[in-house]
């Protein structure tokens, strides 16, 4: 009896100790604020190096939940680049994006951050963001759809967001930025020709019209 007694003191004594020593160890592991957080000037972009404030559309931002460190990115497109990596995805982080049916797309409002994996993404649309073609956020997917049918593009969840989407945004990147060149040349050309371009154009009137003058 005495055996079977000390043995069942020794068990509770095991017990105690695990408790203790499990609530210290709770008690010690500080407490991790995952909150999303505003976007200040100054605020560079974790993958670019861009000024954040100084670009329109949809913004991220990544908090990790056992350190709290806070990643900020100029777009959403930079988020998923960061993201999408191998070593990252691996993270235990709270990930937010703006909401853009509640907040304006030039100066987005950081009380209008949700939860990047909750939303829907237009992927494809004309809305330009930092350095280009943007992936547009939305709670609510019937906003996202009416994006797409009225600004081109299609919508996409968190998880249908891959580097072929990536790809294919830096494609349009790519052609968007040549086009743009083009017409900047283009201007550029016309402003060099200036009053003579003008006078040509008058002098080949003149030639017309002498043409059919009577003789």
Known sequence: MKHILKKALGFGA???????????????????NTDPVAFHAGDECHV???????WPGAKG???????GDTHKFCSTVDMFSWWLQPENKTL??????????????????????????????????????A????????????AAEK?????????????????????EIAQAGHEHAAEHGDKMQ?????????????????GGDAIEHDEHAPK
């Open 14 to 32: 095991i017990l105690v100790t695990t408790f203790w020593l499990t609530a210290c160890t709770e008690e010690s592991k500080p407490q991790v």
């Open 61 to 67: 931002q990544s908090i990790n939940k056992q350190n």
């Open 131 to 142: 350095m280009g073609p943007s992936i547009a956020s939305y709670s609510d997917k019937s």
């Open 92 to 129: 235990q982080a709270q990930i937010y994006v703006h909401d853009m049916a509640k907040t304006n797309w030039n100066t987005p409002e950081d009380e209008h951050l949700m939860d990047a994996r909750k939303a829907w993404f237009v992927v494809g649309s004309d809305l330009q963001g």
């Open 186 to 202: 283009m201007m550029h050309d016309q402003e060099d020709a200036g009053p003579e371009h003008e006078s040509m154009e008058h």
């Open 48 to 54: 670019c190096g861009m000024l954040i404030t100084e």
């Open 147 to 167: 994006l797409a049918h009225d600004r081109g593009g299609r919508v996409l969840s968190f998880e249908q967001i891959d580097l072929a989407v990536l790809m």
